[in-house]
């Protein structure tokens, strides 16, 4: 079989279509080899968490029963031609060769599962200084932001430093200018280099180059929404104008761009247009927009809400929160059922039901949603569907949360997983609901989540931050 996971917003993902998958000699070879899917990841994360490379477009080449031989990324025609040939060939003349690659495969998932969690240790806020230093050590002091290129943005990391510092003693004031420094720097940098569209409004996804000069021009719902809150953030620490409005031109681009009036949702991304990118303002005023992603996700789009809910007080936009609640109320209806779990998506039904991150996020939406409007029933049904979590995705054998209710297919699918970002989003859930209750038993299973994960947290550079953020409501508060 051959699994192409691919993106909607992704340049690659179409030129790959385009090239590789138009190529006659590449189609005849599929069509005689392989039984070929294609999957939208931004749809099936579950498939993609499984199957993923690190990239996309990924082209996996697996077994009849879906093990994974050999993955890669994006590849020209010739060069999949090759690998196309070469593992047909294997699998007709040399089945060793495909057991042992299917082996190395398991044996590195096995490996990472068996130190996923270290016995010696348990989730304490002393890891969230550890943390800190690993972003600090990370950072690029030339050009802003953390690691090199390709360059992203890092959101959790900004957050932390943000948050961290908002929390901070006096008399740690030295180490928290550290702090605010590096998370000024990087904002700094991606509004003034590259990553900022002046004309639209709204951010790029990520830079090709390290001093992000060199945008991939795709913008994605989720990451405008991190950004508005990341800025409005900055603006409130720093008092610089500069970030306001950053904020407020991305708040503008999500509504003119990927806000849909007829339902009060929004679309989950708009693809990449180099052509529309290299006009003037007026010139795309008149020019076509780059096509959007009507799709309603569920993390997305609560991720909007949020970001509105929070930056209506701060922008003096008070019909912002009202836009917020019923976005989420439309997302309640379609995504949510009362008596359990909610669906990733809506495409006219809902689709995949019970990931783990989705609920996270929408039980995040319902707390702001009820600190916003003073609604008790927003409460109610974060705290309905934080016991439907425990009831359906905890494991009573082994720290940690299940990413799905339930196994959702065949392969790598068939059985239950545990996943770093939705255990320490959910973390961040529970912890603010123990806030929100004043139930401690919330706090403690916060610590349950990121307590399957003890054995990996110091090992992932800046992208431990999410755990960091986990750790800080699990034991902070606020």
């Known amino acids: 079989m051959l699994l192409v996971l691919e993106q909607f917003w992704c340049g690659l993902s179409r030129l790959l279509y385009v090239t590789s998958w138009n190529d006659s000699n590449v189609a005849e070879l599929v069509n005689g080899s392989y039984i070929p899917v294609r999957v939208d990841a931004d749809r099936r994360p579950d498939v993609d968490h499984r199957y993923a490379v690190g990239s996309w477009p990924a082209v996996v080449f697996l077994t009849p029963d879906l093990k994974p031989i050999l993955g890669t990324g994006f590849v020209p025609p010739d060069v999949l031609l090759d690998a196309l040939g070469s593992i047909a060939a294997m699998y007709r003349d040399n089945q060793a060769e495909i057991t042992a690659r299917v082996a190395a495969v398991e044996e590195q998932a096995e490996l990472y599962e068996s130190a996923r969690i270290d016995a010696s240790r348990s989730p304490s806020p002393w890891m969230t200084g550890r943390i800190l230093d690993m972003i600090s050590d990370t950072a690029d002091t030339d050009f802003g932001g953390f690691g090199q290129a390709p360059k992203f943005p890092h959101f ?4 932390l430093l943000l948050e961290v510092h908002q929390r901070a003693a006096q008399e740690k004031l030295q180490q928290q200018k550290k702090l605010i420094g590096l998370a000024v720097s990087a904002l700094d940098a991606m509004m003034q280099n590259g990553l900022y569209d002046w004309e639209d409004g709204g951010f790029f996804r990520c830079s090709d180059e390290a001093d992000w000069s060199s945008p991939r021009l795709e913008k994605l719902l989720s990451d405008q929404s991190r950004h508005v809150h990341l800025f409005l953030l900055a ?58 992603d009507s799709t309603t996700m569920a993390e997305s789009q609560c991720r909007a809400v949020r970001a509105l809910l929070y930056a209506a007080p701060r922008l ?24 359990g779990l909610a669906f990733h998506y809506w495409d006219g039904a809902p689709r995949v039901r019970g990931l783990l991150a989705d609920q996270a996020e929408i039980g995040l ?38 990413d799905a209710a339930d196994p959702l297919g065949l392969g790598l699918l068939g059985g239950r997983s545990k996943s770093f970002d939705g255990n320490t989003g959910l973390a961040v859930f529970f912890g603010r609901l123990a806030d929100a209750t004043g139930d401690e038993k919330w706090r403690a299973r916060a610590v349950t989540a990121l307590a399957g994960f003890t054995g990996v947290w110091d090992r992932l550079g800046v992208s431990s931050a999410k755990y960091g953020l986990g750790l800080l409501h699990a034991f902070g508060g606020g």
């Open 156 to 159: 959790d990391a900004l957050e």
């Open 235 to 292: 603006h409130e620490i720093s008092g610089d104008v500069e970030y306001r409005e950053a904020a407020e031109g991305t708040v503008d681009y999500m509504f003119r761009m990927l806000h849909d009036p007829a339902s009060g949702c929004f679309h989950s991304s708009q693809a990449a247009d180099p052509e529309y990118y290299q006009m003037s303002r007026g010139e795309r005023e008149k020019a076509a927009r780059p096509a959007a």
């Open 316 to 339: 003096g936009q008070s019909a912002l929160a009202g836009q917020a609640l019923r976005a989420l109320d439309v997302l309640l209806e379609r995504l949510c059922p009362d008596d």
């Open 365 to 402: 939406a319902l707390l702001d949603a009820a600190a916003a409007s003073g609604g008790g029933h927003y409460a109610g049904r974060a705290l309905a569907l934080a016991v439907r979590v425990n009831e359906l995705l905890f494991d009573p054998r082994q720290a940690g949360y299940f």
